[in-house]
């Protein structure tokens, strides 16, 4: 169990995270410290800032010679420490890229810079920002998912947490949409006390809605990848999302574009701009 304090003067009653897709800081990504600087306002001024890492932080063997083994340098933990982000999900399909060994190293990492992580086990990472208490739980919904236990987790932390996010990899790459199966599970969380569910996987934008009072962002695609094929894998949104004791308060989606040869996020044009909040209406 992770538990830190983050203190603020205005304890207002309310937290505000900012959230984006999967991260992936090995392969042909080259980070540097303009990678992230068009969104650092963003990032440095929520509560929160999160991503999920899709890259393990690691110098240990790749398990597979694979071009999906996304392994990267554990040094490159500097670009996403100063960029502002607290907490990297960790439940996803590539955490054993480099086995058991490379998760171990990647945890030390993130612990060594000042970073939290969710998962991959499920238990909660707590932290109390202006006098509330948040729970944080993240799965892999990919293969072999318990939707049944992935419940009672949820309904354990609503019972000690005002408020309980959910980060989900889950649903179909490069589709537009969520699927039915995505929706179900949805449902199922929310009314397990889930106030925020927030997806990854699909390296594209899914459309963000609400189930009764909570908020699902079924995928928030890439947040920073190599992926240059498909145009839909570089338009993305960091999304600010207040909540409070009752639940969520506000969405913003801030949209963005990946400069793949780059390495960094850049602004995108009006009409890629247009396109990427259509999934936040």
């Known amino acids: 169990l992770q538990v830190t304090k983050a203190t603020n003067a205005n304890q207002d009653q309310s937290v505000t ?20 600087a068009y969104l650092e306002p963003y990032l440095q001024s929520a509560d929160l800032s999160l991503a999920n890492l899709e890259s393990p ?7 597979a010679n694979s071009p999906y083994n ?9 670009y996403l420490a100063e960029a502002g982000f607290d907490l990297l999900s960790l439940a996803n399909n590539h955490h054993l890229d480099c086995g058991q060994a490379g998760l171990d190293e990647t945890k030390r990492t993130l612990t ?37 236990a992935a419940e009672k987790t949820v309904t354990a932390a609503r019972k000690t947490a005002e408020i309980v996010i959910v980060a989900l990899h889950w649903g179909a790459e490069y589709q537009s949409g969520h699927t039915p199966e995505q929706e179900r599970i949805a449902k199922r969380l929310a009314s397990a006390g889930a106030a925020l569910i927030w997806g990854q996987h699909p390296h594209v934008l899914q459309p963000a809605t609400h189930i009764n009072t909570s908020l699902v962002l079924y995928s928030l695609g890439n947040a920073l990848f190599d992926q240059g094929g498909l145009k839909s894998t570089r338009l993305s949104a960091l999304v600010m999302v207040t909540l409070d004791g009752t639940g969520v308060r506000s969405m913003k989606a801030i949209p963005f ?21 259509e999934y936040f209406k």
Not at 22 to 36: A, E, N, Q, W, Y
């Open 17 to 36: 995270l900012a959230l984006m897709g999967d991260v992936m800081l090995g392969r042909g990504v080259k980070p540097s410290h303009d990678t992230f």
């Open 57 to 63: 932080l690691t110098n240990a063997a790749p398990q």
């Open 70 to 78: 996304l392994c990267a340098d554990p040094q490159n933990i500097t």
């Open 112 to 148: 060594k810079a000042g970073l939290g992580y969710i998962g991959p086990e499920a238990q909660p990472a707590i932290r109390e920002v202006h006098g509330l208490q948040l729970a944080f739980l993240a799965f892999d919904a990919t293969t072999d998912f318990d939707l049944a």
């Open 257 to 277: 574009m990946i400069d793949v040869r780059g390495s960094r996020i850049v602004q995108p044009d009006p009409d890629d701009t247009a396109a990427i909040l």
